[in-house]
């Protein structure tokens, strides 16, 4: 059975990777992207400051319960757990899905499935709720990612009954196309938290899932 809050996969999916934010500003740019109309925030830490990585988790977790956004942990379960966080995001070294949903069977489940169909068949196998493909585009956060295929998001989208985000260097004027292709979401970075107004272009990012849904 697919997560309920799988249904709220959708539109912006930002990431809120501390590689790329100050960790002085993080809070201040995570609300104006909340405030913009941003559906989900993933925070992203590859630091070992556990107390760090807790306080900032609590942080973000209030700001996405107060905005109603779905709040995802990358690759640290028991982080997600400490926090109430409602998911948590696997990647090819992290946790497997399948360990990961039977240890925690209430939380939802992300998995990274670059460009491979097959992978994604698997981790909708071991229970993932939502599927993530990419690197579509270049992305100066990962320039050495695995390049994806605008096919494999359509062949995706007729393939697994999963809300489908796509990432990699997505720009508002990749939108539509990643929409048309199949994706329930696009996941983001620097397009929104490296901007000189995050807020504004939070919004310019779900004014293109609005435009969407009135086609």
Known sequence: ????????????????????????????????????????????????????????????????????????????VELAMQVNADGVHCGKNDASVSETRRLYPGLLIGATCYNSLERAELAVHDGADYLAFGSFYPSPTKPSATPAAIETLQKASKRFDRPLVA??????????????????????????????????SSQEFCAMFSWQNRE
């Open 167 to 200: 990432i990699g260097g997505i720009m508002v004027e990749n939108v539509p196309l990643l929409i048309s292709s199949g994706a329930s979401a696009v996941a983001v970075i620097n397009s929104v938290f490296s901007t000189a107004d995050p807020y504004r």
């Open 1 to 76: 059975m697919v997560h309920p809050q799988a249904a709220n996969i959708r539109g912006l999916y930002a990431i809120a990777d501390t590689a790329t934010i100050d960790d002085d500003i993080l809070c201040d740019k995570v609300r104006l992207v909340l405030s913009g109309g941003c559906s989900v925030l993933q925070y992203r830490d590859k630091s070992s400051d556990k107390e760090k990585r807790l306080r900032q988790a609590r942080e973000l977790r209030k700001l996405c319960s107060d905005s109603g956004a779905v709040f995802i942990v990358n690759d640290d």
